[in-house]
C-alpha cells in the first residue's frame, strides 16, 4: 500500500513559486556631474593629422617626422671612384650613363630592347663641364685643364645656344677629338671630300667651336647642318661670340674693308648630331630626380632611399624574392614597366645624381647614421 495519501504528486502537478523581481538598483555615481575630458582637444588634432597623414601618402607623398642629421659635407662619390685627370673622367662619364640590360626578366620585348640600344648609340658622346666638376672635386684645376686640352686640340667645347651656359645650364659641353672624328667619318651624309675639309678646318680652329660663314660654301654648309655637325649662330647673343679666335683663322680678309668685320663673324657654331635629343634626355633626368626628392618632407632623403625611388618598385634577386616568386607572389615589377626604362631607356642613377650636384641643384651631406644624404637646394 503506497504511503502517498494525495494523488497530486503523482499527476505532476506543481505549484508555482513567486519569484521575488530585483529592483533596479540605482547607480552610484548616477548624481555626479558629467564633465568633458581636456584632452580632447588634442585628441582632435591628432585625428586631424593622422587623416593629413593618410592623404599625403595617397598623394605619393611620405611625411617625415623630422629633417635628416647633418654632420658635415660627403666625399661618397669621390671615395667609391678614384680619378685623375679630365681625360679618364669624360671617359668614366661616358661608360656609366646607362645600367646594362638584365639578363632575365627584363620586361622587355625584342622590338624594345632593340629600340632601347639604337637609343643609347645614337646619343652624342658629350660630356657636361658640370658633371667633370662633380667627379673631380677641384673646380681650378678642372678648368686648367679644360683649357689646356682644348688649345692642344685634344678636347672641343661645344657652346649650344639657348641652353645657358652657366653651371645649371645645358650648352656648356665637352667632346674628344677623336670621338669628334669617328663620327664625322662614320657619317653617310657626307662625302669623304667634305669630311677631309671639315675636320681639317676643326684641327685649325683648336681653341673655338665658332666657324666663320667663308669658311665652306653653300652647299657644304647646308650639308654640314643637315648633318648635324654645324648649327645657326643666329640665336646666339653678340657679346657671347669668340670674335678673336675667328680673326686668326681669317688671315686673308682686309681689316680696311667696310665689310671685314662681318665677313669674319661667325655664321656657324659646332655642333653633334642628336645633340637635342641628349640635352633633352638630360633635362628630363634632372627634373624627374628633383621631383622624386621633393616627395619627402623637407625636401631630403638618404641615398639609398633616393636609389630606390629612381629604380622603382623593382624584384630583386635576393632570396627572399626569390622565394616569393617561386611561391607565385608579387616580388616587384619588372625592370621595363618602370619610368626609369620606358622613358630614360635605363639611366644610371648614380650618372644623373652626378650631373644634378654639378648643375648645383642638390647637395650631398652625411648625416652619421644612414648614410649620404640628398638636400634639394
Given at each position: 500500500?503506497?504511503?502517498?495519501?494525495?494523488?497530486?504528486?503523482?499527476?505532476?502537478?506543481?505549484?508555482?513559486?513567486?519569484?521575488?523581481?530585483?529592483?533596479?538598483?540605482?547607480?552610484?555615481?548616477?548624481?555626479?556631474?558629467?564633465?568633458?575630458?581636456?584632452?580632447?582637444?588634442?585628441?582632435?588634432?591628432?585625428?586631424?593629422?593622422?587623416?593629413?597623414?593618410?592623404?599625403?601618402?595617397?598623394?605619393?607623398?611620405?611625411?617625415?617626422?623630422?629633417?635628416?642629421?647633418?654632420?658635415?659635407?660627403?666625399?661618397?662619390?669621390?671615395?667609391?671612384?678614384?680619378?685623375?685627370g679630365v681625360i679618364?673622367?669624360?671617359?668614366?662619364?661616358?661608360?656609366?650613363?646607362?645600367?646594362?640590360?638584365?639578363?632575365?626578366?627584363?620586361?622587355?620585348?625584342?622590338?624594345?630592347?632593340?629600340?632601347?640600344?639604337?637609343?643609347?648609340?645614337?646619343?652624342?658622346?658629350?660630356?657636361?663641364?658640370?658633371?667633370?666638376?662633380?667627379?673631380?672635386?677641384?673646380?681650378?684645376?678642372?678648368?686648367?685643364?679644360?683649357?689646356?686640352?682644348?688649345?692642344?686640340?685634344?678636347?672641343?667645347?661645344?657652346?649650344?645656344?639657348?641652353?645657358?651656359?652657366?653651371?645649371?645650364?645645358?650648352?656648356?659641353?665637352?667632346?674628344?677629338?677623336?670621338?669628334?672624328?669617328?663620327?664625322?667619318?662614320?657619317?653617310?651624309?657626307?662625302?669623304?671630300?667634305?669630311?677631309?675639309?671639315?675636320?681639317?678646318?676643326?684641327?685649325?680652329?683648336?681653341?673655338?667651336?665658332?666657324?666663320?660663314?667663308?669658311?665652306?660654301?653653300?652647299?657644304?654648309?647646308?650639308?654640314?647642318?643637315?648633318?648635324?655637325?654645324?648649327?645657326?649662330?643666329?640665336?646666339?647673343?653678340?657679346?657671347?661670340?669668340?670674335?678673336?679666335?675667328?680673326?686668326?683663322?681669317?688671315?686673308?680678309?682686309?681689316?680696311?674693308?667696310?665689310?671685314?668685320?662681318?665677313?669674319?663673324?661667325?655664321?656657324?657654331?659646332?655642333?653633334?648630331?642628336?645633340?637635342?635629343?641628349?640635352?633633352?634626355?638630360?633635362?628630363?633626368?634632372?627634373?624627374?630626380?628633383?621631383?622624386?626628392?621633393?616627395?619627402?618632407?623637407?625636401?631630403?632623403?638618404?641615398?639609398?632611399?633616393?636609389?630606390?625611388?629612381?629604380?622603382?618598385?623593382?624584384?630583386?634577386?635576393?632570396?627572399?624574392?626569390?622565394?616569393?616568386?617561386?611561391?607565385?607572389e608579387f616580388s616587384?615589377?619588372?625592370?621595363?614597366?618602370?619610368?626609369?626604362?620606358?622613358?630614360?631607356?635605363?639611366?644610371?642613377?648614380?650618372?644623373?645624381?652626378?650631373?644634378?650636384?654639378?648643375?648645383?641643384?642638390?647637395?650631398?651631406?652625411?648625416?652619421?647614421?644612414?648614410?649620404?644624404?640628398?638636400?634639394?637646394?
Amino acid at each position: 500500500m503506497p504511503l502517498r495519501i494525495t494523488s497530486a504528486p503523482v499527476s505532476g502537478i506543481k505549484k508555482r513559486k513567486s519569484v521575488a523581481t530585483p529592483r533596479n538598483r540605482a547607480f552610484p555615481f548616477a548624481s555626479h556631474a558629467r564633465s568633458k575630458p581636456a584632452v580632447r582637444g588634442n585628441a582632435q588634432t591628432t585625428t586631424k593629422s593622422f587623416e593629413l597623414h593618410v592623404e599625403e601618402e595617397a598623394d605619393g607623398f611620405v611625411s617625415d617626422s623630422e629633417p635628416l642629421p647633418d654632420v658635415g659635407d660627403s666625399r661618397y662619390l669621390t671615395e667609391t671612384v678614384k680619378l685623375s685627370g679630365v681625360i679618364q673622367a669624360m671617359q668614366h662619364v661616358k661608360n656609366s650613363m646607362f645600367e646594362e640590360l638584365p639578363e632575365r626578366r627584363a620586361g622587355m620585348n625584342s622590338t624594345r630592347i632593340a629600340e632601347v640600344l639604337n637609343i643609347r648609340r645614337s646619343l652624342p658622346p658629350l660630356v657636361s663641364v658640370a658633371h667633370l666638376h662633380t667627379v673631380l672635386q677641384s673646380p681650378t684645376q678642372v678648368e686648367r685643364e679644360i683649357v689646356s686640352l682644348v688649345q692642344s686640340g685634344q678636347l672641343k667645347r661645344l657652346i649650344v645656344p639657348g641652353r645657358g651656359n652657366s653651371a645649371a645650364g645645358l650648352g656648356d659641353c665637352l667632346v674628344m677629338t677623336s670621338d669628334l672624328h669617328d663620327l664625322v667619318q662614320a657619317s653617310s651624309d657626307l662625302d669623304q671630300a667634305l669630311k677631309d675639309r671639315f675636320l681639317g678646318i676643326l684641327d685649325q680652329m683648336s681653341n673655338t667651336s665658332a666657324i666663320p660663314s667663308l669658311a665652306f660654301s653653300r652647299e657644304e654648309s647646308v650639308a654640314l647642318v643637315r648633318a648635324g655637325f654645324l648649327v645657326s649662330a643666329s640665336s646666339l647673343s653678340k657679346d657671347t661670340v669668340n670674335l678673336t679666335s675667328v680673326r686668326a683663322y681669317s688671315t686673308d680678309a682686309d681689316d680696311t674693308k667696310p665689310n671685314s668685320v662681318q665677313s669674319r663673324a661667325p655664321a656657324f657654331f659646332l655642333s653633334l648630331p642628336n645633340t637635342g635629343p641628349y640635352l633633352r634626355l638630360l633635362s628630363a633626368g634632372r627634373s624627374h630626380l628633383l621631383t622624386l626628392l621633393k616627395q619627402s618632407k623637407y625636401h631630403e632623403a638618404p641615398l639609398t632611399l633616393l636609389r630606390d625611388r629612381w629604380d622603382g618598385a623593382v624584384e630583386s634577386n635576393r632570396n627572399f624574392s626569390v622565394a616569393k616568386r617561386i611561391r607565385g607572389e608579387f616580388s616587384g615589377v619588372l625592370p621595363g614597366r618602370t619610368k626609369k626604362w620606358k622613358e630614360f631607356n635605363g639611366m644610371s642613377f648614380r650618372w644623373i645624381l652626378e650631373e644634378a650636384l654639378g648643375a648645383g641643384l642638390v647637395e650631398i651631406f652625411d648625416t652619421g647614421s644612414v648614410g649620404p644624404g640628398i638636400r634639394c637646394l
